[in-house]
């Protein structure tokens, strides 16, 4: 640099100022500060030493609702969707992978396509070594992944199920979640992404693993005019009950929160660990040659969430019975959604 030559401040320099002025003057993002930061962020118009510091920064002190539905805001508007893309009923979003069971939770969204409902899945994968991915998942079983938007929309469209993975939902967010191995932590893309609900379904559910963050996704939710949603502790952190323990969801119903106290389903509280993790199993449960009680489940009792949010039960036990009956009829020859 020339002596006495002035250098201008990166515009985004501001951002990182306003959360590390220290203990007395730092403070949270409005939710429009979130949004244009993350959009400057989206736009690859960062540096990458500000990147890493405006994520370890907000790590540090925990992002707040009103910044999380900032940063999603702007990564809804960076997503191309098409302009005729069918309505979706429900998003599900899938980000943490399995490792201790199996990916219960594609055979209740298969089961929910098979009875008429229109999901919309997307997620990414590998970022933690020796879990199981509902991308892998869905290949093993033989059925598409999605690779753009207007794929996903066409498979919707023709079958009332896609998965997108976010490599080509949103590259940036995928470049992003797969920082952790460098800066050994998570940062807010984990919870962005979960909140994506690209094709706007008018139900999303939501799975996470650190109780903790329900309060942050529920009061985001009703920042961001969700009409149904609901969050919870989730297998693994995925979108599958824990049928051997009691949940609770936080909800928001026509910007109203709340929540549900549902019964653990199983009466042993200890969760059995699948050693194998083998894949196929998937298909021996659907096919109906593998009557796991723990599967089967964890299967009905995600289907029940999603039937109550889904307005399809008034409680928890006839939601239950109603995610019975849907499973028990079942097309048990098909693996698929219907074409």
Request: proline content about 6%; aromatic content about 6%.
């Amino acid at each position: 640099m020339e002596r006495g030559k002035t250098v201008e401040e990166h515009p985004f320099a501001q951002y990182i100022r306003i959360l590390a002025r220290g203990k007395t003057k730092a403070r949270d993002l409005t939710g429009a500060e979130a949004e244009a930061a993350m959009a400057m962020i989206l736009d690859g118009a960062v540096e990458p030493e500000q990147l890493g510091a405006f994520l370890m920064l907000m790590r540090l002190k925990e992002e707040t609702a009103e910044e999380v539905a900032g940063f999603v805001r702007a990564a809804r508007a960076s997503v191309p969707v098409p302009d005729d893309a069918p309505a979706v009923d429900l998003d599900w979003s899938s980000y943490a992978g399995k490792r201790r069971q199996l990916p219960w939770y594609v055979l209740a969204v298969l089961a929910l396509v098979q009875d008429g409902v229109k999901v919309f899945m997307h997620g990414t994968d590998g970022h933690t070594p020796g879990r199981v991915y509902t991308r892998a998942t869905l290949e093993a079983l033989g059925l598409p992944v999605a690779t753009t938007t207007a794929e996903a929309a066409g498979q919707i469209a023709q079958t009332g199920f896609a998965y997108l993975p976010l490599e080509y939902l949103s590259p940036r967010l995928e470049e992003i979640i797969n920082m952790k191995p460098v800066l050994g932590l998570r940062s807010p893309a984990n919870t962005i992404c979960r909140l994506l609900n690209p094709f706007a379904a008018p139900h999303l559910l939501q799975g996470i693993f650190h109780p903790s963050f329900m309060p942050i996704h529920q009061n985001a939710m009703r920042e961001l005019g969700e009409a149904r949603a609901a969050v919870f502790r989730g297998e693994g952190g995925e979108i599958e009950r824990r049928p051997n323990k009691a949940l609770t969801t936080r909800t928001v119903i026509d910007g109203r929160m709340g929540e549900d106290h549902w019964p653990a389903l199983l009466p042993e509280p200890q969760q059995p660990v699948d050693e194998d993790m083998a894949v196929e199993r998937l298909a021996a449960v659907w096919h109906g040659d593998d009557a796991d009680a723990y599967a089967t489940a964890a299967i009905t009792g995600t289907l029940a969430l999603a039937l109550h949010l889904l307005g399809r039960a008034a409680d928890q036990q006839s939601a239950q019975e109603a995610a019975e009956a849907l499973w028990a009829g079942r097309d048990r020859g098909r693996l698929r959604p219907a074409a």
